[in-house]
Nanobody, 123 residues
Framework: EVQLQASGGGLVQTGGSLRLSCAVS????????IGWLRQAPGKEPEGVAY????????YYADSVKGQFTISSDNAKNTVYLQMNSLKPEDTAVYYC????????????????WGQGTLVTVSS
């Protein structure tokens, strides 16, 4: 069974940076597509980025292009989300999730979810 453990959230001021980590167990990261999704209060979940390390493919939502970077350390079976120049509108619960046998940004593609980590950006 695939399990994901997200960490690294917290409170940061506008313009600050955070790095989220997603520790994966049960399968190797390069056997999966790992994504980061976020859900702001009162909003639907949004796919932010995903990575297929086996194919060398990354995807970013338009809202975070040039601001967020997804990467992996396959030796640690961990995927990261580096978030720079954070804005109050980036405030959300961030989830890491995995899909197997598919590759897409829609939340319905993800069959495995970790618990969320809260990111709060103060103005």
């Amino acid at each position: 069974e695939v399990q994901l453990q997200a960490s690294g959230g917290g409170l940061v001021q506008t313009g600050g940076s955070l790095r989220l980590s997603c520790a994966v167990s049960g399968l190797a990261v390069d056997e999966l597509v790992i994504g980061w999704l976020r859900q702001a209060p009162g909003k639907e979940p949004e796919g932010v980025a995903y990575l297929s390390s086996s194919h060398g493919i990354t995807y970013y939502a338009d809202s975070v292009k040039g601001q967020f970077t997804i990467s992996s350390d396959n030796a640690k079976n961990t995927v990261y989300l580096q978030m720079n120049s954070l804005k109050p509108e980036d405030t959300a619960v961030y989830y890491c999730a995995a899909q197997r046998g598919s590759m897409g940004a829609a939340t319905t593609n993800y069959g495995y979810w970790g618990q969320g980590t809260l990111v709060t950006v103060s103005s």
